[in-house]
């Protein structure tokens, strides 16, 4: 009796090499490359900047790992550089200054000290004493103790006397002592200044600037000419005084720097176009105000107003300028002229064939049309012009 046993399945032929499990219901699983070589923490890592970084994969799913970008190793960081010293910020304040009369007083006591001491020994010129009607002791002669004593009164008088000053309005003093800042002095009237410092006077009235015309270009690149009127005063005189070499130069040339980079940001003219433009005068005169004051502010010039009073066209572009603009003002004109008689054609069109005086034919209505069109247009007398005229 022949029995056949079928062989499991699975199994491979008999032919082939036949696969003997070393432990019964052994199954094999195919393990990933990567997964050789992670370590207890995760999977390996390289070194920054030798290859693809290993993101992370997710437990006990047999998932590859996400591949991440280039870990590439941080710049190395540059040391900020040093900033240079600054000097003391200059701020104005009030200088040493007292009343005149202290003065005047100290002045006119030292002098009569120095007659008393002069008359005591017999010291007074005959001219002097000839001019007063009186007779003077006689001489005794000078020691060196009243030879002090009349020096220190002749320095005495000079400080006194030397130091006195009249303040005026809308002027100030700005004092210096062997090259620093003493302080400023807005004083007016009589008063006493150390005869030892420096003054140097500066105007603090509301003063207005005007300019001679400027070359500047628009933000075409046409070439303008501009005058602009500046409202400004000294604000803090140490600044205008010692922060700049001449407060006024300094003023003149920032000026022309803010028009020309004000001006650069719109065009002279819209032609037609609904954009801004260099006319709207007060827009331009608030950002040029705005833009001056930021750049004076440093030297203590304080800015009110700064507005262009004239914008014309330099003159090489001048005449093609002014008939560009005129053509755009006639393509104006005839656009509103133009809308007008189609207003007009239409509505006696509507009326007409409301009342029934027309037939709603295509061929009549058109016909129609044209010859109203032509009539309105014509009739006008700058719509005759502007039809006779070329375009």
Known sequence: MNTTMSEPEGTVPSDSPRHTPVIAAETTTEIPVH???????GPLALPPGLGPAVVSRRQ????????????????????????????????????PVLPGWTGLVAGTCSLAGIGAVLWGTGAVPDVVAALFGVTPPPYRGIGIGLWCLLALGVLLVLFGL?????????HAWVLTLCGDYRGSVRRTGL??????????????RLRHWRSEPMPVHDAEGTALRVVVLVVWRVKDTAQAVLGVEDHEAYLGQQV??????????????????????LRDAEKVGATLTKALAAECAPVGIEIFTAQPTALDYAPEVADAMRRRRIAAIDARHRDSVLTAVVDAVDDTVNRLTGRGLIEPDDYERKALVKDLTVAFYTGRPDGAEAWNTPS
């Open 35 to 41: 997964l050789l070589f992670r370590d207890d923490n």
């Open 60 to 95: 006990g799913t047999g998932e590859q790992p996400k591949i991440g970008p280039s870990a590439e190793p941080p710049p190395p960081a540059v040391p900020p550089r040093a900033a240079p010293p600054e000097d003391q910020p200059l701020v104005e304040r009030p200088g």
């Open 162 to 170: 030397g130091g006195l000053g009249r303040g005026t309005v809308g």
């Open 191 to 204: 008063m006493w200044v150390s005869p030892l410092v420096l003054r140097r006077r500066v105007d603090v």
């Open 256 to 277: 022309e720097a803010a028009t020309a980079r004000v001006l650069s940001q719109l065009p002279a003219d819209a032609f037609g176009e609904e954009v801004p433009t």
